[in-house]
């Protein structure tokens, strides 16, 4: 076939498809490859034309390094606004509809296996990694290879690895070589494919500090950390997230010597996900407000939307729940006008939202959150992908928190098998990901076996089986961040809860013993984590060990770090009100339990009241706040606070 330029029309106009064939005819045979290369080039080309006929400025390939510009990088519209970046259809645009050939041929079996030896050419899939435009289609459409067995993630790591291996001295090769790189390992991280994403950027990483060392080269150097920090927090490698966090400090140092200034915001954004990642908070809010001090109107709107819910999820952690709602709802509202309501940036700020609202005792909604951020990324990513295995863990989770009382955890037992099984297929065994989702899966076993207390056998295979979940993660998390740590606190504390099922009380009281003293020396005697394991410990000792006097003072230790973190209304009252209530019926004080049985139907009353209050996450309509507006909000509030 003769490979001419080829005209096409848009709007009257008259421009060239880059060097590419004319779209299938029916008398022509053209590769899959080709007619998919020609879609994304095509509505890039229609867009930039109707883009430049409405005087918004010129459509935008992927900025592969904003280091390297001083952190001003062009939405596609041509803006330098927090607005409009990234979407598939952001406009009423022209475009040239190819959809039902991309249809027909994605998804009839035999072309997926053509389609997936095409694109598992680096050199054409590099094309369509440029148009970033239509990143969401691409995303799709790679799910889609991946799901049919295809090895198309693996075989372009290997190919780039390859290709790096075998660069010598010419610049402009490298040069090209680390874009592609940058690109190309960002994309396999936004599909999910981790350690694919890794090999690329290590790669990619190493090239970088083969070059010469100057400014140009430190700054890609730390664009590739970024990607690459990102990836190995994501997939739980805290090693090696220790190396690339302290080459990316030791640049960043050597930058500030030379006077070299540009925008780090989403930089530090990583720097505070991987210290809230391995528990280290103080850290993690450190970086998160300062990555929130140099975000601003020229950064990709993604990158701002990361820091905003990043910096969210730190203020969780230290209980700063005005700050944190401020930034998780400003992260939503963002995502959602930038991009839209299908998008995996959306998804990624639902989610965080949703940890918000866990934590900010708003189950329901959290529950809410939860569920749309799963809806969306299984629309983008299908059944088996990373990014839908956690979402179904978070989901387990949350709806574990919001039936407590209940007593239905079939639903979350659902979800937490889901993302089992999901993560068996994809990871090792003893994969620290798949170890958080089994002690997820252990506290609903433990739940549901408490209420087969007519069936002594399940009961006690049930508890068995959550003692296994238990201990497994507990190995894990020991040998990845040692005993003092809050994530292995966390585990004391369920194992500590599953010994007092069990019966085991005296293995319960020294479990919860040792979470308290950890979560003490690392979070502070008044943080939640503390008053939840005190709480417990107090339930063993008036349930189960009689010692109704040291129960008393725990109740009263975990009521009073309750009531000042969450107010009057907090769903945690409730045990505590009613275990006080038991001891001190135990006690014959009468006036004590009238006292706290006011107060318990107190708290009753206090949420039936509040409990129609609260919208629904995903009804939050309100237009973003201007960045400057929301930076001016957060620092008002550290100001207040302090």
Known sequence: MDRKCTPICVEGEWSIILEKPPLVHPTEIQTLSSIIVNIFYCESISMDLAATKAGIGKVELEEVNPYLRGGIVENHLGKTTPSSHDRDSNLDLPVLSSQAQYDKHLYTEKRL????????????????????????????????????????????????????????????????????????????????????????????????????????YWKKTLGCCHKLLHVQTASCNYKGAEITYQLAIEILDKLQKVSETTNFAGLFAEFSALHFSRSDYNEAYKWSTEALRHVDNELPTKVTVDVLRHGAKACVVKRDFKKAGLLARQAVNLSKDAFNSEHTKYADALVDYGFYLLNFDSVQQSVLAYETALDIRREIFGKINLHVAIAHEDLA???????????????????????????????????????????????????????????????????????????????LATATFGEKNVQTAKHFGNLGRLYQSMKRFQDAEAMHLRAIAVKEELLGPEDYEVGLSVGHLASLYNYHMKKFRKAEQLYLRSIAISLKLFGEGYSGLEYDYRGLVHVYHALDDVDKVAEYTYLLNNWKLHREFNAHLVAPPTSLSEEPLQIEQIKAQFFDLCDTIS
């Not at 995303?139 to 290997?158: I, K, Y």
């Not at 494919?193 to 070059?211: G, H, I, N, P």
């Not at 990871?427 to 087969?452: C, Q």
Request: glycine share 4%.
């Open 113 to 216: 296996c053509l389609l997936g030896l095409e694109l598992s050419e680096i050199d054409i899939f590099s094309r369509l990694l440029r148009v970033s435009s239509r990143r969401q289609v691409l995303l799709r459409m790679f799910q889609s290879l991946m799901d049919h067995c295809t090895r198309v993630s693996r075989d372009l790591a290997l190919c780039y690895v390859r290709k790096c291996s075998i660069v010598k001295s010419n610049p402009m090769a490298r040069d090209m070589l680390i874009d592609l790189g940058l690109r190309l390992g960002g994309f396999l991280s936004d599909s999910g494919w981790f350690s694919d994403a890794e090999k690329v950027l290590l790669s990619c990483r190493d090239l970088c500090q083969s070059t010469d060392a100057t400014p140009r």
């Open 397 to 475: 989770y949350a709806l574990y928190v919001h039936e407590y009382s209940s007593g239905r955890f079939l639903k979350a037992r659902e979800h937490a098998e889901k993302a089992i099984e999901i993560m068996s297929r994809l990871l090792p065994e003893n994969h620290l990901m798949l170890a958080s989702v089994k002690r997820v899966k252990a506290l609903i076993l433990e739940e549901i076996a408490l209420d087969t207390v007519h069936n002594n056998t399940r009961m006690a295979d049930l508890l068995r089986n959550a003692e296994d979940l238990h201990l497994s993660a507990l190995k």
